[in-house]
Nanobody, 116 residues
């Protein structure tokens, strides 16, 4: 079983920045994908950004150029740096890990609120 511990998030004014981090409780091995999803009230959960263990990234169009995902494999941690935040970025952000050995896991979610 893999547990994901998230930190970061909070309240920020539009145009501000926040950083999220997510650390896995065990070594998740190679060939994995770590990423972030978000869910706003009344909307489905959507991909924000993901990064494979090989370094390939994928971003939602709405965050390209503003958000950056990166990871430290030695620390089993994925980060999401969010700049130029907009009110539409307000959501509960979830860490997601897909592993070859253990399956798929989700963090508990961390709230990001952007005021206008």
């Amino acid at each position: 079983q893999v547990q994901l511990v998230e930190s970061g998030g909070g309240l920020v004014q539009a145009g501000g920045s926040l950083s999220l981090s997510c650390t896995a409780s065990v070594n998740i091995g190679s060939g994995n994908v770590m990423g972030w999803y978000r869910q706003a009230p009344g909307k489905p959960r959507e991909l924000v950004a993901l990064m494979t263990s090989g370094g390939t990234t994928n971003y939602a169009d709405s965050v390209k150029g503003r958000f950056t995902i990166f990871r430290d494999n030695a620390k089993k941690t994925v980060y999401l740096q969010m700049n130029s935040l907009e009110p539409d970025d307000t959501a509960l952000y979830y860490c997601n890990v897909v592993t070859q050995s253990f399956g798929t896991f989700w963090g508990q979610g961390t709230q990001v609120t952007v005021s206008s």
